[in-house]
């Protein structure tokens, strides 16, 4: 069966500082890889989606970024964290093919102070 | 670029009553996703409408797909506490970009 996991569940990061936030799925190939962030009380806004390695659309313009360095890992980054970007955020993978269903990972709560 | 508006985004119901929520765009839909997330948890998909007036029932839940397939409803009969939660609707743009309404996040008074 497929697994997703991101990590960590939760940070608290000083503004300024740098981000990484990991996602991997397993027992899948080739799937299309996705990164949402949810202020508090708020929908779910796309960041990210690749549908494959080294293959990245930006949704939103600001200062994180995105990578896909293997077939199922998906990285989000920023070089320097501000207030603003704080909130839940989401990795979701989907199987290539027409209209499937995402699985989303546990959640990052990611708190910039 | 495709919007998808819900309403309402906030919706207060006493145990055992009925809702509905609505999910609007501003183009064609080629599919239509409903989602529910827990409190403190993460999206999980719950039913998926493609066809023109479609409707899908899940216990209490139904589901329906506008003839113009530009809008869905999700209604929910008889409410419990375990429909809390924050319900989207979604849809795909492209074959790959998915994208979510703001949610409508319910609250049940026992």
């Known amino acids: 069966s497929q697994t997703i996991h991101q990590w960590p569940a939760t940070l608290v990061q000083p503004v300024g500082s740098p981000l990484s936030l990991e996602c991997t799925v397993e027992g899948t190939s080739n799937p299309n890889l996705y990164w949402y962030r949810q202020a508090a009380g708020r929908g779910l806004q796309l960041l990210f989606y690749?549908?494959?390695?080294?293959?990245i659309s930006s949704e939103v313009p600001q200062n994180l970024s995105a990578s896909r360095p293997q077939d199922r890992q998906f990285i989000l980054s920023s070089k320097k964290l501000l207030l603003s970007d704080s909130g839940f955020y989401l990795c979701?993978?989907?199987?290539?093919?027409?209209?499937?269903?995402?699985?989303f990972g546990q959640g990052t709560r990611l708190t910039v102070v | 670029g495709q919007q998808v508006m819900q309403i309402p985004q906030y919706q207060h119901v006493q145990e055992g009553e009925d809702f509905t929520t609505y999910c609007n765009s501003s183009?064609?839909?080629?599919?239509i996703q409903w989602y529910k997330q827990r409190p403190g948890g993460h999206p999980v998909f719950l039913i998926q409408?493609?066809?023109?007036?479609e409707v899908k029932k899940q216990k209490r839940l139904t589901f329906q797909f506008g003839e113009a397939k530009k809008n869905s409803s999700l209604h929910i009969t008889a409410t419990q506490t375990t429909d809390v939660g924050t319900y989207f609707c979604?849809?795909?743009?492209?074959?790959?970009?998915?994208?979510f309404g703001a949610g409508t996040t319910v609250t049940v008074r026992a």
């Open positions: 690749s549908v494959g390695i080294g293959q």
């Open positions: 183009t064609t839909l080629s599919n």
């Open positions: 979604a849809g795909y743009t492209n074959d790959y970009k998915l994208s």
């Open positions: 409408l493609v066809k023109s007036g």
């Open positions: 979701a993978w989907a199987q290539k093919g027409a209209y499937t269903e995402a699985f």
